[in-house]
C-alpha cells in the first residue's frame, strides 16, 4: 500500500497539527506516513507553497489540504487509498 504523503516544512506548526489528526489514522488504515519537505524543491514550493500541510497518495490527483479535521481525513484516506 502506498505510504501517506505529507507535505510540510521546518518549522511548521500547522504541519505539526496535522499529524496529530493524522497519526490514529495511520494505524486504523495500516499505513505508514512519509513527510516531505516542500524547501527541498522549487517546484515543491511553487505547487505548496503555503497550502501547507498538504495530504496525498503517491501518483493520486486527489489532496486534502489545510485546515482538515479527523473525519476529513479518515473519508480522504478511505477513498483515496489503495488497499
Avoid: N
Avoid at 500500500?1 to 516544512?9: A, E, G, Q, R
Amino acid at each position: 500500500m502506498s505510504p501517506l504523503i505529507l507535505y510540510t516544512t521546518a518549522g511548521c506548526h500547522l504541519c505539526d497539527t496535522a499529524k496529530t489528526v493524522l497519526w490514529p489514522l495511520l494505524t486504523e488504515f495500516g499505513l505508514r506516513l512519509q513527510e516531505v519537505d516542500i524547501a527541498e524543491s522549487d517546484a515543491l514550493i511553487e505547487r505548496y507553497g503555503i497550502r501547507i500541510p498538504v495530504v496525498a497518495f503517491e501518483g493520486a490527483a486527489a489532496e486534502l489540504s489545510w485546515p482538515f479535521v479527523a473525519e476529513q481525513a479518515r473519508d480522504f484516506i478511505a477513498e483515496h487509498s489503495q488497499g
